[in-house]
């Protein structure tokens, strides 16, 4: 059950990084992403969702895991 939930973690938090990304690549010629056909605040409210599931997915860390709890938040605030 700890690695599936460990995977569940990388998966969401891949699924907000993917969305940020389309975010930051929104304004690439012909380029259709999520934040393209759906909307920029959307895109945002999403990626915070999948960074809210990682964390709890990593729950069981406790304190080992406020470290990947801090690159997942990383995530949500990158510019590039």
Known sequence: P?????????LRLGLA???????LDRSERGRRNFAVL???E???R????EV?????AIRFLG????ELCRIADF???RAH
């Open 75 to 77: 995530v949500l605030s």
């Open 42 to 44: 959307k895109a945002r």
């Open 52 to 56: 809210s599931a990682a964390k709890a």
């Open 63 to 66: 304190e080992r895991g406020r």
């Open 17 to 23: 990084f993917q969305l940020v990304d389309d975010i």
């Open 46 to 49: 999403r990626a915070a969702a």
């Open 38 to 40: 759906h909307g920029v």
């Open 2 to 10: 700890r690695a599936a939930d460990l995977a569940r973690f990388g």
